[in-house]
């Protein structure tokens, strides 16, 4: 079936630092994925989202690229500040069928001043 | 727009009892989910709907059961509460945006079972 494999955490960055936490598939079709990030104490929001090959997603400073050839959707970000801290996962669905998302474990990032 | 509630937000129970938990959701989506999570993983997918009278079983089912009687509600029954089943619980529903469908979450239930 469908996985996604994160790298596992937690990560730990100084303010300003440059961020990449890798995301790998497995998925039979052509898949849309997700980054989706849960701040303390909230539900998911969805962070960013790239729907076929090279497309790259990008919001809040994040980007992440679909990479069909390695099966990747690294998340990367140049500067990471406090707020960022958070837990990320990475996440795939098909568009036909039940269009359920199948999710990594989750990256925790935490960020020092 | 309230997007997707849910209630309570956290409840303990104690083995062998039952509860259900509310899921609202008022975008008129179709699609709607449930998932738990447990500590230290991803979410798994435990039962969807893709209609108000149709639903149908995720990854892991046993020990819940779901009702779609109308589009905007999407209750989750457990029954016999069990150990296993601490874990928080997101409900969301999708809808095509651009060309993929989006989910939207709730904020979670946080459910103790002792």
């Known amino acids: 079936g469908d996985s996604v494999t994160q790298m596992e955490g937690p990560v730990t960055l100084s303010e300003e630092a440059f961020l990449t936490i890798n995301c790998t598939y497995t998925a039979t079709g052509y898949p849309s994925l997700f980054w989706y990030v849960q701040y303390p104490g909230e539900g998911l929001q969805l962070l960013l989202k790239a729907t076929k090959a090279d497309d790259k997603g990008s919001n809040k400073g994040f980007e992440a690229t679909y990479r069909k050839e390695t099966t990747s959707f690294h998340l990367e970000k140049g500067s990471v500040q406090v707020s960022d801290s958070a837990v990320y996962f990475c996440?795939?669905?098909?568009?036909?069928?039940?269009?359920?998302?199948?999710f990594g474990s989750g990256t925790r990032l935490q960020v020092q001043p | 727009n309230a997007g997707v509630t849910q209630t309570p937000k956290f409840r303990i129970l104690k083995i062998g009892q039952s509860m259900t938990l509310q899921c609202t959701q008022d975008m008129n989506h179709n699609y709607m989910y449930w998932y738990r999570q447990d500590p230290g993983m991803g979410l798994k997918l435990i039962y969807y709907?893709?209609?108000?009278?149709?639903?149908d079983k995720g990854e892991v089912p046993n020990g819940y059961n779901v009702s779609r009687s109308t589009t905007e509600d999407f209750p989750l029954r457990l029954e016999l509460a069990a150990p296993s089943q601490t874990s928080v619980y997101f409900c969301a529903s999708s809808s095509l945006q651009g060309l993929t469908y989006e989910q939207y979450f709730g904020p979670g239930t946080r459910l103790t079972v002792t």
């Open positions: 709907s893709v209609g108000a009278g149709i639903t």
């Open positions: 996440a795939l669905s098909m568009d036909t069928g039940r269009r359920a998302l199948t």
